[in-house]
């Protein structure tokens, strides 16, 4: 999907200020149909995602937003025609685009668009923070500055965006964790690729100290009943959420959202061999949404179904 269909108007919502506790606003309360898929519901902060099939053939106007967005086609291509400020000296451009093709639009750049065809494709809204807090690290500036692109493809976004949807799509437990581990990785990866600052070598130090490891690990241990973010998990080892993530892999070879998963299924290993609680309490009490995520993973990693440990 290009960044046109996916554009909210320019006197719309995306281009006001919004809380910094709220993510970034989505499409389809705008001119779009309802997407078929959302995280308006799923706790994400410093993202947004949003599936739509169909988008219907359309045209926006002159669009301005207020954080930065990424719109991605899937499936059938279709004919574009887009402009976006410092973009071929802004001319209108003509292409096709197919499955992978996508739009990377910078905040504050005015950008249009008009498609010929029904299509479909999803959307991600970043917000400017979670990139300022990340080039701090990655670029050593305190400001951001990402150079407008024509559209692109890129294997990597499409690949946390199709990951991202399946999580939605799935009802995984640890939907935020995992959602924000994404959008770090994906801020990471845009600050690398596609800013007009120059990538600087950060020092970086490895793995956990023994005692942030202890730190975030008994926290995650005293929390398992509840929804855990990176930036509180960061928060506890010192740590930005980009160089925590990649210090608790070194540390434990795993990342935050597989050991946080594992640690529940421990505790439920637990409660049932303690045989007081029925399995669905037991699933509640460990932090899963509700049986059937408890089963899909207690499985995954013992081999058998809670029922038959418990019985056992």
């Given at each position: 999907?290009?960044?046109?269909?996916?554009?909210?108007?320019?006197?719309?919502?995306?281009?006001?200020?919004?809380?910094?506790?709220?993510?970034?606003?989505?499409?389809?309360?705008?001119?779009?149909?309802?997407?078929?898929?959302?995280?308006?519901?799923?706790?994400?902060?410093?993202?947004?995602?949003?599936?739509?099939?169909?988008?219907?053939?359309?045209?926006?106007?002159?669009?301005?937003?207020?954080?930065?967005a990424i719109a991605v086609t899937l499936g059938q291509g279709f004919q574009l025609d887009w402009q976006i400020e410092e973009v071929a000296k802004g001319r209108v451009q003509r292409q096709m685009l197919f499955h992978g093709g996508m739009t990377l639009v910078p905040m504050r750049h005015a950008h249009?668009?008009?498609?010929?065809?029904?299509?479909?494709?999803?959307?991600?809204?970043?917000?400017?923070?979670?990139?300022?807090?990340?080039?701090?690290?990655?670029?050593?500036?305190?400001?951001?500055?990402?150079?407008?692109?024509?559209?692109?493809?890129?294997?990597?976004?499409?690949?946390?965006?199709?990951?991202?949807?399946?999580?939605?799509?799935?009802?995984?437990?640890?939907?935020?964790?995992?959602?924000?581990?994404?959008?770090?990785?994906?801020?990471?990866?845009?600050?690398?690729?596609?800013?007009?600052?120059?990538?600087?070598?950060?020092?970086?130090?490895?793995?956990?100290?023994?005692?942030?490891?202890?730190?975030?690990?008994?926290?995650?241990?005293?929390?398992?009943?509840?929804?855990?973010?990176?930036?509180?998990?960061?928060?506890?080892?010192?740590?930005?959420?980009?160089?925590?993530?990649?210090?608790?892999?070194?540390?434990?070879?795993?990342?935050?959202?597989?050991?946080?998963?594992?640690?529940?299924?421990?505790?439920?290993?637990?409660?049932?061999?303690?045989?007081?609680?029925?399995?669905?309490?037991?699933?509640?009490?460990?932090?899963?949404?509700?049986?059937?995520?408890?089963?899909?993973?207690?499985?995954?990693?013992?081999?058998?179904?809670?029922?038959?440990?418990?019985?056992?």
């Amino acid at each position: 999907m290009a960044q046109a269909p996916l554009s909210l108007p320019s006197d719309s919502k995306s281009n006001q200020p919004h809380d910094d506790s709220d993510p970034p606003p989505g499409y389809s309360e705008q001119f779009l149909p309802p997407p078929k898929l959302t995280s308006a519901e799923a706790g994400w902060s410093s993202v947004s995602f949003e599936y739509h099939h169909p988008v219907p053939a359309g045209e926006t106007p002159n669009l301005c937003f207020d954080h930065y967005a990424i719109a991605v086609t899937l499936g059938q291509g279709f004919q574009l025609d887009w402009q976006i400020e410092e973009v071929a000296k802004g001319r209108v451009q003509r292409q096709m685009l197919f499955h992978g093709g996508m739009t990377l639009v910078p905040m504050r750049h005015a950008h249009w668009g008009v498609w010929n065809q029904p299509h479909e494709g999803f959307a991600i809204n970043l917000k400017p923070e979670l990139l300022t807090r990340n080039a701090t690290e990655l670029l050593a500036v305190a400001q951001v500055e990402l150079l407008p692109q024509k559209p692109l493809y890129d294997p990597l976004i499409l690949q946390i965006g199709l990951a991202l949807k399946a999580d939605l799509a799935s009802h995984r437990l640890g939907g935020r964790l995992y959602a924000e581990a994404m959008a770090t990785a994906l801020a990471a990866h845009i600050l690398r690729n596609y800013s007009a600052h120059s990538h600087q070598s950060v020092r970086y130090l490895g793995g956990l100290s023994p005692t942030q490891l202890k730190l975030v690990t008994s926290y995650i241990r005293d929390h398992l009943n509840q929804e855990l973010s990176l930036e509180e998990l960061a928060a506890i080892a010192q740590l930005s959420p980009y160089h925590f993530c990649r210090s608790f892999k070194q540390s434990t070879n795993l990342t935050p959202h597989q050991y946080v998963i594992r640690q529940r299924v421990e505790q439920a290993k637990l409660l049932l061999k303690d045989g007081k609680m029925g399995i669905s309490e037991v699933a509640v009490a460990c932090g899963f949404t509700h049986q059937s995520h408890l089963n899909r993973h207690f499985k995954r990693l013992t081999g058998v179904t809670p029922k038959n440990f418990y019985q056992s």
